[in-house]
């Protein structure tokens, strides 16, 4: 056995089994040396020869440097048995040429100082009794005078991405959910990676802001987005990582541009906002309940001490964001809100950043969970129902706070219900 490992393009084993492909054939490599990595890049089956590629096109090995010629077979499914039993044992014990040769349908070529990589394909390995064990249909080889040493192969599979978790997880119902990211800084940057982690149909990433060196310790982004818009950049990383879900980028400010974020509503099915500012939540609200759509609302309090993440459903007896926080400050807790006013960053007028960004990313991933449970439970699936409406999580030990955000211990977390709607609220009462 080598170490070497050999990519099939999926368009690859089509070839391969394509009833005029006949039984034998030339493939040539592009090859990645760090990686000990071969790529096949051509292969001619009968009197055709077809190029093959990786997705995404710019990988890397699609262009890397040429890796030599070689062949394949089809073969009886007795050699990957053979072949198995090489790889399984990590044999480093090669075959004798000659007992190799007489097992394909051709005498290959004479190996010479060189040598060459052989594919096999034993299309009977997917026929019983043959089916019911380890054996492949695709087996690789290196060719050489000394004697012939197992290959380990990888093909690409026929389906990638977040279909391959489907039946157990609710492909079709979240592949029809557009949610709206308000703000895409580290926590939204984190929570719109996780929204597409979990195969959501559509994203929608406002934010008007560019990322800059000092956003960089606490971002998803890397730095080679450095002047980029957030949301830009956010959806072209995204496409590189997670290309089931469609991503839209809008450099639009959700209190300034509000009128064109209500003209999104209509296609959107759940609003997040990660803003950090009083003003962005609370038009998040607003527009939120103006366009009967639930919103979820996360961020950091307490200098980073303490992670929230509300949700507001459009419902008769749940108030919204201004309501919430009221009931707070009627029952004797500290409203939290006027504190995030200031914001985070390195200006004059800005806080310290207090919060590091992997708790920062912590709070991005749970206000997803909350984002795709809500959507879930909308579809059915009462498995996701969470048990409140209010979550707290302790980042570190904060003293001095009551009510949800008293968690004495950091890991602590507790949920508590929604708040009705204040009787003299504007944005609660019927229009």
Same mark, same amino acid.
């Given at each position: 056995?080598? %170490?070497?490992?050999?990519?099939?393009?999926?368009?690859?084993?089509?070839?391969?089994?394509?009833?005029?492909?006949?039984?034998?054939?030339?493939?040539?490599?592009?090859?990645?040396?760090?990686?000990?990595?071969?790529?096949?890049? %051509?292969?001619?089956?009968?009197?055709?020869?077809?190029?093959?590629?990786?997705?995404?096109?710019?990988?890397?090995?699609? %262009?890397?440097?040429?890796?030599?010629?070689?062949?394949?077979?089809?073969?009886?499914?007795?050699?990957?048995?053979?072949?198995?039993?090489?790889?399984?044992?990590?044999?480093?014990?090669?075959?004798?040429?000659?007992?190799?040769?007489?097992?394909?349908?051709?005498?290959?070529?004479?190996?010479?100082?060189?040598?060459?990589?052989?594919?096999?394909?034993?299309?009977?390995?997917?026929?019983?009794?043959?089916?019911?064990?380890?054996?492949?249909?695709?087996?690789?080889?290196?060719?050489?005078?000394?004697?012939?040493?197992?290959?380990?192969?990888?093909?690409?599979?026929?389906?990638?991405? +977040?279909?391959?978790?489907?039946?157990?997880?609710?492909?079709?119902?979240?592949?029809?959910?557009?949610?709206?990211?308000?703000?895409?800084?580290?926590?939204?940057?984190?929570?719109?990676?996780?929204?597409?982690?979990?195969?959501?149909?559509?994203? @929608?990433?406002?934010?008007?802001?560019?990322?800059?060196?000092?956003?960089?310790?606490?971002?998803?982004?890397?730095?080679?987005?450095?002047?980029?818009?957030?949301?830009?950049?956010?959806?072209?990383?995204?496409?590189?990582?997670?290309?089931?879900?469609? +991503?839209?980028?809008?450099?639009?400010?959700?209190?300034?541009?509000?009128?064109? +974020?209500?003209?999104?509503?209509?296609?959107?099915?759940?609003?997040?906002?990660?803003?950090?500012?009083?003003?962005?939540?609370? %038009?998040?609200?607003?527009?939120?309940?103006?366009?009967?759509?639930?919103?979820?609302?996360?961020?950091?309090?307490?200098?980073?001490?303490?992670?929230?993440?509300?949700? @507001?459903?459009?419902?008769?007896?749940?108030?919204?964001?201004?309501?919430?926080?009221?009931?707070?400050?009627?029952?004797?807790? @500290?409203?939290?809100?006027?504190?995030?006013?200031?914001?985070?960053?390195?200006?004059?007028?800005?806080?310290?950043?207090?919060?590091?960004?992997?708790?920062?990313?912590?709070?991005?991933?749970?206000?997803?969970?909350?984002?795709?449970?809500?959507?879930?439970?909308?579809?059915?699936?009462?498995?996701?129902?969470?048990?409140?409406?209010?979550?707290?999580?302790?980042?570190?030990?904060?003293?001095?706070?009551?009510?949800?955000?008293?968690?004495?211990?950091?890991?602590?977390?507790?949920?508590?219900?929604?708040?009705?709607?204040?009787?003299?609220?504007?944005?609660?009462?019927?229009?």
């Amino acid at each position: 056995m080598t %170490s070497t490992l050999l990519l099939l393009p999926r368009d690859g084993i089509r070839h391969l089994t394509a009833a005029n492909a006949g039984a034998l054939g030339t493939i040539k490599f592009k090859r990645s040396e760090p990686d000990d990595l071969l790529l096949i890049s %051509s292969i001619r089956t009968g009197a055709a020869g077809y190029q093959l590629t990786l997705e995404p096109r710019d990988n890397p090995l699609n %262009s890397g440097l040429p890796g030599g010629e070689g062949f394949w077979f089809r073969v009886p499914v007795e050699l990957h048995g053979w072949w198995y039993e090489i790889i399984r044992r990590g044999d480093h014990v090669g075959v004798p040429f000659d007992e190799f040769a007489q097992r394909l349908p051709r005498t290959p070529a004479d190996p010479g100082a060189i040598g060459y990589v052989v594919l096999t394909y034993a299309p009977d390995a997917d026929m019983p009794p043959y089916d019911e064990t380890p054996v492949s249909r695709l087996a690789a080889w290196r060719v050489t005078r000394t004697g012939v040493f197992g290959v380990s192969v990888a093909v690409e599979p026929e389906t990638t991405g +977040i279909t391959q978790l489907h039946p157990h997880w609710p492909v079709a119902d979240l592949s029809t959910v557009t949610v709206m990211v308000v703000g895409v800084g580290s926590i939204g940057g984190a929570a719109a990676t996780a929204l597409a982690g979990y195969g959501l149909g559509r994203l @929608l990433l406002v934010d008007p802001d560019r990322l800059l060196w000092h956003n960089l310790i606490r971002h998803v982004l890397p730095r080679r987005y450095v002047g980029q818009y957030k949301a830009d950049a956010l959806r072209d990383h995204l496409a590189d990582h997670r290309g089931d879900t469609e +991503i839209t980028a809008f450099r639009y400010d959700v209190v300034d541009d509000a009128d064109r +974020i209500r003209s999104l509503l209509d296609e959107t099915s759940i609003i997040l906002c990660c803003a950090d500012d009083v003003a962005p939540r609370r %038009s998040t609200s607003h527009l939120a309940r103006r366009t009967n759509k639930p919103a979820i609302l996360a961020c950091v309090l307490a200098d980073g001490g303490i992670g929230e993440v509300i949700r @507001l459903r459009p419902w008769l007896d749940h108030g919204c964001l201004l309501c919430r926080r009221q009931a707070l400050a009627d029952g004797g807790t @500290l409203d939290p809100e006027p504190a995030l006013e200031a914001g985070y960053g390195t200006g004059t007028l800005h806080r310290p950043m207090t919060a590091v960004g992997s708790d920062l990313f912590l709070v991005g991933d749970l206000a997803a969970k909350v984002t795709i449970s809500t959507a879930l439970e909308a579809a059915g699936h009462f498995s996701h129902r969470l048990p409140g409406e209010h979550f707290t999580i302790g980042l570190h030990a904060r003293r001095g706070w009551t009510g949800p955000f008293d968690l004495g211990y950091t890991g602590n977390m507790r949920w508590a219900p929604a708040a009705p709607p204040q009787a003299d609220c504007p944005t609660c009462s019927q229009p």
